[in-house]
């Protein structure tokens, strides 16, 4: 007779409905990370409120939080940011959108009208409405080839590092 703990995985082997039961479980408890790559300035700008919308040709998929990937010379994951909603169409009626909001005119600090023009051409644009942002206290080195525009990367748990001498069982 074969022992309880690998009866249980030929089983669930041999139902893939149950399969995908635990892995839509495991999925919904663990989503996966989102890091976007923002140019210093502009992270600098989110972190200080004086930037509320974030443009994008291909926006991230909306998540409770995102983290901040600043692009070269920091080159690290810098802080969070979560965005409250999302306004998508030519770079024109985006503009009026976001402009009526008060976030962006022509003399503030942040993309300029031209600069946007420049930026979408005749593609779609994107704008996030940045509902909160935090600096993280210690910059993170990341880990991996850095996202162009943004990344989706699998959650993994992650303990403390060991000290020398300790385990992590």
């Known amino acids: 007779m074969l022992p309880v703990n690998e009866m249980n ?4 082997a041999a139902h893939p ?6 892995r839509a479980a495991y999925s919904k408890a ?3 990370v989102i890091v976007m790559a923002i140019k210093p300035k502009y ?3 989110i972190y200080e409120g004086r930037k509320n919308w974030e443009f994008r040709k291909a ?3 909306i998540y409770k939080e995102i983290y901040v990937y600043e692009s070269a010379p920091v080159s690290k994951i810098t802080g969070r940011v979560v965005f409250s909603a999302s306004v998508t169409g030519t770079w024109i009626d985006v503009w009026e959108m ?6 962006f005119t022509r003399n503030l ?3 300029r009208f031209e600069e946007l023009e420049d930026y979408a051409g005749k593609h779609d644009v994107t704008a996030l409405r940045v509902y909160k942002a935090e600096r993280l206290e210690h910059e993170v080195t990341f880990g991996a080839e850095p996202p162009q525009n943004w990344g989706r990367f699998a959650a993994t748990y ?3 590092p060991k000290k020398e001498g300790e385990s992590h069982d």
């Open 9 to 12: 995985q030929l089983f669930l």
């Open 17 to 22: 409905d149950i399969r995908r039961k635990i």
């Open 30 to 32: 663990h989503p996966p």
């Open 43 to 45: 992270a600098k700008a």
């Open 59 to 61: 926006p991230p998929p």
């Open 98 to 103: 976001v402009k009526t909001n008060k976030c």
């Open 109 to 111: 600090t942040g993309i």
């Open 158 to 160: 992650r303990d403390s």
